[in-house]
């Protein structure tokens, strides 16, 4: 296992065969904490078990992140504007669990972003990975759909123990992933999980009620959900509609 040093004097380690990563706490505000390794389910697992995730261009080796701070939806807090909850309430729209991991994670990779002709990070390594991790139960989708039975967004993400740890969004139409997003919010809420990582901080998953965290607090949170058992496996019995709030 090598390393190197990042322009803060940092340490970046390259991650060998096994699966042993960095302590995060110790880990740059940028959070950038390791390099190379690959995208086996057990390394992925471990990852996410640690508030660690992969994001890389396809040029790049891997890289592996922990950044502070960190931004956490918890399933009571998502707030609804005056307008989302009028179209909710006059809208039948419907979401679905686990209906169409393929086509969600094929969209999320198309959506622009910052001027890119698509998510650039979301390879075809990534899509084999994840959609390995979907077959074992660890990954899951969320679409949203309208009364005609047509998608208008979703996301997709992992979950382990009390969290869901979300990866990537896209809409095809108005509001799309924000419905799959308010759909996954009350259902997790049910079921009685913890929070869903929203990773970085936006302005947009702030204002329905994201919340930045310091990465120590993120941390001891998510090892506390970690000892809850969770739900592995498929989770498409879920479904969800607008009951009203």
């Known amino acids: 296992m090598g390393s190197m040093f990042d322009e803060d004097n940092y340490i970046i380690t390259q991650i060998g065969m096994d699966h042993i990563f960095p302590n995060p706490r110790f880990a740059s505000d940028e959070g950038l904490l390791a390099y190379g390794g690959d995208l086996s389910p057990n390394r992925l697992l471990k990852a996410y078990s640690k508030g660690i995730f992969p994001?890389?261009?396809?040029?790049?080796?891997?890289?592996?992140?922990?950044?502070?701070?960190?931004?956490?939806?918890?399933p009571d807090s998502f707030k609804l504007s005056q307008s989302f909850r009028r179209r909710l309430r006059n809208n039948a729209f419907r979401v679905h669990f686990d209906r169409d991991f393929p086509s969600v994670i094929a969209h999320c990779s198309q959506m622009s972003r910052k001027g890119q002709s698509g998510?650039?990070?979301?390879?075809?390594?990534?899509?084999?990975?994840?959609?390995?991790?979907?077959?074992?139960?660890?990954?899951?989708?969320?679409?949203?759909?309208?009364?005609?039975?047509?998608?208008?967004?979703?996301?997709?993400?992992?979950s382990m123990g009390g969290g869901f740890f979300?990866?990537?969004?896209?809409?095809?139409?108005?509001?799309?992933?924000?419905?799959?997003?308010?759909?996954?919010?009350?259902?997790?809420?049910?079921?009685?999980?913890?929070?869903?990582?929203?990773?970085?901080?936006?302005?947009h998953l702030q204002s329905i009620g994201a919340q930045v965290l310091h990465r120590t607090i993120f941390l001891d949170e998510l090892h506390a959900t970690l000892q809850k058992g969770g739900k592995i496996g498929s989770w498409n019995d879920w479904s969800w509609e607008y009951g009203g709030d």
Request: one cysteine or more; a negative charge.
């Open 55 to 74: 994001w890389y261009n396809a040029d790049d080796p891997i890289l592996w992140w922990s950044p502070n701070p960190r931004l956490v939806l918890y």
């Open 119 to 158: 998510n650039t990070w979301i390879t075809p390594q990534i899509i084999e990975a994840y959609t390995t991790l979907y077959e074992m139960g660890f990954a899951h989708s969320v679409e949203a759909y309208d009364e005609e039975d047509r998608l208008l967004g979703g996301l997709y993400g992992i």
């Open 166 to 203: 979300g990866e990537s969004m896209f809409s095809l139409a108005k509001d799309g992933s924000k419905i799959a997003l308010k759909g996954l919010s009350d259902v997790l809420l049910r079921e009685g999980f913890d929070f869903i990582d929203c990773q970085l901080p936006t302005e």
